[in-house]
């Protein structure tokens, strides 16, 4: 069985072809349908992920079995591996997951065994988001038509971000010379094997790619929510005119979304001529495509 847990776990020639593959998809070119089923167990809260699998899933033909985990036996005490059990033996083909615990895919992987479907990982805690890196290697590649020798910034609230770890690991080994910026108390120490953690405006104008993280006020501390102030992080740490105007012509702006206007992006930059980020979010389906396409070969050539 193949799954799609960790994208620093795959090949950096399959990353590559996954990404030339979900452009063409975005180009037009037609999937060949599947008649899997799916179901998309989301443990915390969701707009883009959840929604761009399910249109990616309708995309390739895909039958969707739903189940809302906070409706569904694990309600009464059923274990995920159990409800996992549960759905392969009623006929599911393959479940995507987001869940709070990090790494919750090894506990899986180690009790289920193949008594489950072939599992995508939609994000664990601050662990793993490997289709948001996906659609973002997707976009810079589009950008670009490479990733060797571009200059990318992650900015932000690195302590607590999944797509931080994804894509700073992934970046790295395609080539990238990635740096890191934000307040220093939400910077993570073993972040330093991919880049240095320097000033926000040091070697500005030389970047490629400015990739801005979400403060994530769920997961910092209630100490932190009370002292923390808007403005002053927007001066700080946040993507304003002065900024983006140092930016070197062709480069562009990301954000995994959603975003907080106004403070890791001024409101009038969010969709401004550099910004990709909504674009990001078009290219997020096409990723997910390629994601599930790929799971999928495994079964295809053992037929």
């Given amino acids: 069985m193949r799954h799609f847990l960790n994208i620093n776990a795959i090949d950096e020639r399959d990353v590559l072809n996954l990404v030339k593959r979900a452009l063409e998809f975005k180009s037009g070119i037609k999937p060949n349908k599947t008649t899997l089923t799916v179901s998309n167990l989301f443990f915390e809260n969701s707009t883009r992920t959840h929604s ?14 739903s189940v809302d985990p906070q409706h569904s036996s694990m309600s ?7 409800t996992l059990k549960t759905l392969k033996a009623i006929g599911v083909d393959v479940a995507v997951i987001r869940h709070q615990m ?6 899986v992987l180690n009790v289920g065994g193949h008594k489950i479907p072939q599992l995508i990982n939609a994000g664990d805690g601050s ?24 200059h990318i910034r ?9 797509v931080a770890r994804s894509n700073a690991e992934v970046l790295q080994s395609l080539g990238v010379h990635v740096t890191f910026s934000g307040p220093e108390s939400w910077y993570v120490p073993d972040l330093a094997q991919f ?7 040091q070697d500005w104008p030389k970047l490629d790619v400015v990739m801005f993280l979400r403060v994530q006020h769920e997961r910092i501390t209630q100490t932190e929510n009370q002292s923390f102030s808007t403005q002053k992080y927007h001066n700080q740490f946040g993507l304003n005119l002065l900024r983006y105007g140092k930016l070197k012509t062709n480069a562009i702006v990301m954000h995994p979304a959603p975003v907080n206007r106004d403070v890791e992006i001024a409101d009038e930059l969010v969709e401004a001529p550099k910004s990709r980020i909504f674009e990001q979010m078009t290219n997020g389906v096409f990723a997910r495509m390629a994601m599930l396409e790929y799971i999928m070969e495994v079964d295809d050539a053992t037929d």
């Fill in 127 to 150: 662990g793993q988001h490997p289709s948001q890196s996906l659609l973002d290697l997707v976009t810079i590649y589009e950008q670009f038509g490479h990733f060797d020798g571009l």
């Fill in 154 to 162: 992650i900015i932000g609230d690195l302590m607590h971000s999944r």
């Fill in 52 to 65: 761009s699998f399910q249109m990616a899933e309708n995309k390739l033909g895909f039958q969707q079995i």
């Fill in 102 to 107: 990090n790494n919750w895919y090894d506990y």
């Fill in 76 to 82: 009464k005490g059923e274990s995920l591996v159990d």
């Fill in 195 to 201: 880049g240095d953690f320097v000033p926000i405006d």
